[in-house]
């Protein structure tokens, strides 16, 4: 199983990326599929997941209504749309399946990609 993110780069303040997280020797849509970022000097936070079960997604209250998960069956792969992005959304993004979705987004174990670099500044 591999994910392999991409998107990431340097956005200024009330910019926005939208985040891929590409899937090989798994079927995306059949497992619960998480986003993570962690800032510098900061813990992982849990910020977005979809639920296979029912399609159901949270968003934490640090990015609700501002980022929006989607994905591409056909393509095996996940998007995160992040829109008004502000300095403290700066981190390493990741992506990772299987997660818990119900309410928050934990991490069971199992795959991550790399990550993928975020930097909003002016």
């Known amino acids: 199983v591999q994910l392999v993110e991409s998107g990431g780069g340097l956005v200024q303040p009330g910019g926005s990326l939208r985040l891929s997280c590409a899937a090989s020797g798994l079927t995306l849509r059949l497992y619960n599929l998480g986003w993570f970022r962690q800032a510098p000097g900061k813990e992982r936070e849990g910020i977005a997941c979809i639920s296979a079960r029912d399609g159901t997604i949270y968003y934490a209250d640090s990015v609700k209504g501002r980022f929006t998960f989607s994905n591409d069956n056909a393509k095996n792969t996940v998007y995160l749309e992040m829109n008004s992005l502000k300095p403290e959304d700066t981190g390493v993004y990741y992506c990772?399946?299987?997660?818990?979705?119900?309410?928050?987004?934990?991490?069971?174990?199992?795959?991550w990609g790399q990550g993928t670099r975020v930097l909003v500044s002016s």
């Open positions: 990772a399946t299987p997660v818990s979705c119900h309410g928050s987004v934990v991490s069971v174990g199992g795959s």
